[in-house]
T-cell receptor, first 114, second 113 residues
Framework: AQSVTQLDSQVPVFEEAPVELRCNYS??????LFWYVQYPNQGLQLLLK??????LVESINGFEAEFNKSQTSFHLRKPSVHISDTAEYFC????????????FGTGTRLQVFP | EADIYQTPRYLVIGTGKKITLECSQT?????MYWYQQDPGMELHLIHY???????EKGDLSSESTVSRIRTEHFPLTLESARPSHTSQYLC????????????FGNGTRLTVT
C-alpha cells in the first residue's frame, strides 16, 4: 500500500518570495507521483506529474517538483510566487501498475500575501 | 472550463432524508470516481466505476451507493442522511490508461442537520 505525508498544513509567504511545499511518500513498489491544486470553491486540477524519465518535472505556471527516490520525496517548488497562487495543494501517489487507487495527502494551504 | 459538472453545489438537509448527488461529464471518460473531502484530511476514495454497469467500493467505507447506467452520469445516493455524512463530495473522471489524470468537478458541500 502507498501513503503520502504533507508535513505542512499551511505555508504563508509574501509575494515574489520562493516557496517549497513538502511531500514524502511510502511505497514498496514503483510509483507515479502527482501534485494537484485546488483554488477556492473549485475542484482539484492536475498541476504536474512524475511517471518516469527525468526526475524534474515542471508545470506551465512556473512550479516544479523533483522526484527523489532515495529520500522518497516529491517536493513542489516555485522561485517566485504570485497572489494568484493562493490555493490548497495536494500531493498524491499511485502504484505504477494500478492508477485506479490514487492516494492523496492532507493538503497544504499556500497563502500568498502582498 | 468545467467538463465535469456536479449538482447541487451546496445542500443542507435534515436527518433521515434521501439525497442524490449528481455528477455528469462530457468528455466520454470511461472511469469515474467519488471522493470524500473533509478539512485538513486526505481525500478518500469512496466509489469508482470502470464503465457502464461497473461500480466498485473505494478505500473508505461509505453508506452511500452509486450507479452507472450511462457513461456520462455517475450519481451518488444516500438513502437516509445523517450528520456524520456532512462533508464535501468530489466527483472525478479519467480515461482508462496509466497516464490519464483525473478531472474533478467543483464538488458538492453537504450539510446534514
Amino acid at each position: 500500500a502507498q501513503s503520502v505525508t504533507q508535513l505542512d498544513s499551511q505555508v504563508p509567504v509574501f509575494e515574489e518570495a520562493p516557496v517549497e511545499l513538502r511531500c514524502n511518500y511510502s511505497s514498496s513498489v514503483s510509483v507515479y507521483l502527482f501534485w494537484y491544486v485546488q483554488y477556492p470553491n473549485q475542484g482539484l486540477q492536475l498541476l504536474l506529474k512524475y511517471l518516469s524519465g527525468s526526475t524534474l518535472v515542471e508545470s506551465i505556471n512556473g512550479f516544479e517538483a523533483e522526484f527523489n527516490k532515495s529520500q522518497t520525496s516529491f517536493h513542489l517548488r516555485k522561485p517566485s510566487v504570485h497572489i494568484s497562487d493562493t490555493a490548497e495543494y495536494f500531493c498524491a501517489v499511485s502504484a505504477s501498475y494500478n492508477t485506479d487507487k490514487l492516494i492523496f495527502g492532507t493538503g497544504t494551504r499556500l497563502q500568498v500575501f502582498p | 472550463e468545467a467538463d465535469i459538472y456536479q449538482t447541487p453545489r451546496y445542500l443542507v438537509i435534515g436527518t433521515g432524508k434521501k439525497i442524490t448527488l449528481e455528477c455528469s461529464q462530457t468528455m466520454g471518460h470511461d472511469k469515474m470516481y467519488w471522493y470524500q473531502q473533509d478539512p485538513g484530511m486526505e481525500l478518500h476514495l469512496i466509489h469508482y466505476s470502470y464503465g457502464v454497469n461497473s461500480t466498485e467500493k473505494g478505500d473508505l467505507s461509505s453508506e452511500s451507493t452509486v450507479s452507472r447506467i450511462r457513461t456520462e452520469h455517475f450519481p451518488l445516493t444516500l438513502e437516509s442522511a445523517r450528520p456524520s455524512h456532512t462533508s464535501q463530495y468530489l466527483c472525478a473522471s479519467s480515461w482508462t490508461g496509466l497516464n490519464s489524470p483525473l478531472h474533478f468537478g467543483n464538488g458538492t458541500r453537504l450539510t446534514v442537520t
